[in-house]
């Protein structure tokens, strides 16, 4: 399968740009670039039926976001790294140099 350049990262404000939820907007929770596929927080909530289990004795339907195609959606804004905080040299290399 051809691959697609991933222009987005985990984390960054996208908009979809075509199919069902075009004009809807959110951060990105996962990329998976062997599929071309990204996940858009809120966009193409999908219900997944679980079974019963020790974790849910009576089963339940979940909801949760489905994948979109990569070349669906539009960057708008890049995660901004946090700033790293730079420590203050010690007194001690001060007086030495």
Do not use: T, W
Not at 13 to 37: C, D, M, T, W
Not at 42 to 62: C, E, F, M, T, Y
Not at 77 to 85: A, D, L, S, T, V
Request: hydrophobic share 30%.
């Amino acid at each position: 399968m051809n691959r697609i350049k991933c222009h987005v990262k985990k984390g960054d404000h996208v908009e979809v740009i075509a199919g069902n939820y075009r004009g809807s907007s959110g951060r990105i929770l996962a990329v998976f670039p062997g599929k071309q596929r990204v996940l858009v927080e809120g966009v193409r909530i999908i219900k997944k039926h679980l079974r019963k289990s020790q974790d849910n004795p009576s089963g339940k339907i979940a909801e949760r976001e489905g994948p979109i195609h990569i070349s669906n959606v539009r960057l708008l804004e890049r995660e901004k790294p946090e700033k790293e905080k730079r420590k203050p040299k010690k007194e001690a290399d001060k007086k030495a140099a």
